[in-house]
């Protein structure tokens, strides 16, 4: 009791608690010297008016703002720790706590003040072994090493600390690297671009899906409906939980080309690319057509997530195997839902060849995934989507085939996609598609 009274009497000592936390944080941006914080920074105040007050299931002072609370306490406690120092430890507390928010628990806080101890009062960031560590594991393992590096480059930490403070990175920078944090304003300048721009530009640059349990997720674009989601969702694709060599890859490869970008030389990066294809890959089509990033109502997808239907199919344990495999698969769904297959997710390509075809307006119809005529059995073959057209006969897409149907199911027409050996098309299955329709129209 004696500890919880000192902790706040010590405010006393402070003149103006709201000047003392401004000092030290500054609010959805970067500010040299201060942690970036996206809600009200005097940590005191909310601590007094929100602590233990739950709505929704959600504590309105969760346990990631007391810890940064406690980071405070241990400053005034300890009056021998250097301002410097304190800045710059904060930092990484602040990057540990906005990168840890599900393994934060509250049975879990006599190990997490004592890591913040360490790191608050000695500086020193354990190095842990993955999923070991009360905080994220990968975040813990990455402050270890940008200690050390501003240690050895003061000169340019600010710039790291920049870069760290991109609403997209949110503390976690291993997709552009150590090696790499002069790029801080390559990075900046990429995503003032338009981001359909961005997105396609990356997919021209390599493939870069990323899984998520049994979907895959790329970026989205601009949508302006919901920016929160927008960012959310490359938040996630950065994350220390989420974040894959692929990307990391892709977006150096892209970020190494020049030092500035803008939409007119990511849109000429991209139709090289289109122009130069000789194979056509999924990322290929998911380039070209606009279709294979929007949902139902011709909006840009929320999620940007897909869904392989094959995918229990591939190796568990594999992930190279499930790679190789995932590349030559064309049997995808695009979701515009963000977690199930639920709502209205389409074939890929169905989707898109309804949408060039004239939709709804020339008399089309596109079948659900998750309606339960999806699963009727047609021609020996379960579970395949149908486009209907506006005569009665109807489309389909399996196993790289497509087949014309007429209203009593009696096969009229059927082309079987000529791929390499790899098992890429070579020949433009859209353009396929957009041909049999206008021949059994």
């Known amino acids: 009791m004696k500890k919880l009274e000192s902790m706040f009497d010590i405010w006393t000592s402070v003149p103006n608690i709201d000047e003392f936390f401004n000092d030290y944080f500054s609010v959805a941006e970067y500010q040299p010297n201060k942690a970036k914080i996206d809600k009200q920074p005097n940590l005191f105040l909310d601590c007094c008016a929100h602590y233990g007050i739950i709505i929704g299931k959600r504590p309105q002072f969760p346990l990631g703002r007391f810890i940064m609370l406690y980071c405070f306490i241990l400053k005034l406690e300890h009056p021998e720790l250097s301002d410097a120092d304190f800045r710059r430890r904060l930092r990484i507390v602040n990057n540990l706590v906005n990168n840890s928010v599900n393994t934060l628990r509250s049975d879990f806080m006599k190990e997490l003040l004592a890591q913040v101890d360490k790191i ?45 403070d991109h609403p997209y990175l949110n503390g976690f920078i291993k997709a552009i690297g150590l090696e790499h944090v002069d790029w801080c304003d390559r990075f900046y300048s990429l995503f003032n671009c338009n981001h359909h721009s961005v997105n396609k530009a990356l997919l021209a640059t390599g493939d870069y899906f990323e899984k998520d349990a049994w979907r895959y997720q790329i970026g989205i674009g601009d949508f302006v409906v919901n920016r929160n989601v927008k960012d959310r969702m490359w938040q996630e694709l950065f994350s220390p939980v989420r974040l894959e060599d692929s990307l990391c890859d892709v977006l150096q490869q892209l970020l190494s080309r020049r030092e500035t970008f803008d939409d007119d030389y990511l849109n000429e990066l991209v139709a090289v690319y289109l122009q130069e294809a000789k194979e056509y890959p999924l990322k290929y089509y998911i380039i070209k057509y606009d279709s294979m990033r929007t949902n139902r109502d011709g909006r840009y997808n929320n999620y940007g997530k897909y869904y392989w239907r094959h995918h229990n199919d591939w190796p568990k344990k594999d992930e190279d195997k499930q790679r190789e495999l995932r590349l030559k698969d064309y049997n995808v769904i695009l979701m515009t839902t963000e977690w199930s297959t639920g709502g209205y997710n389409h074939d890929v390509f169905l989707k898109t060849l309804y949408d060039l075809a004239g939709g709804e307006s020339a008399g089309f119809v596109l079948d659900n995934y998750s309606y339960s005529r999806y ?67």
């Open 120 to 164: 608050i009062l000695l500086g020193i960031v354990e190095q842990v072994e993955e999923g070991k560590a009360r905080f994220q594991s990968r975040q813990m393992n990455e402050e270890r090493l940008k200690l050390q590096w501003t240690q050895e480059h003061p000169e340019i930490a600010e710039t790291l600390f920049r870069l760290e």
């Open 375 to 441: 699963n009727e059995t047609i021609d020996g073959h379960k579970g395949k989507d149908k486009l209907r057209l506006s005569n009665g006969n109807y489309l389909t897409l399996a196993d790289n085939v497509y087949n014309i149907y007429d209203e009593n199911n009696e096969l009229l027409d059927s082309h079987q996609i000529v791929q390499n050996d790899a098992g890429i098309d070579i020949e433009e299955r859209v353009e396929i598609g957009l041909q049999m329709i206008k021949k059994w129209i």
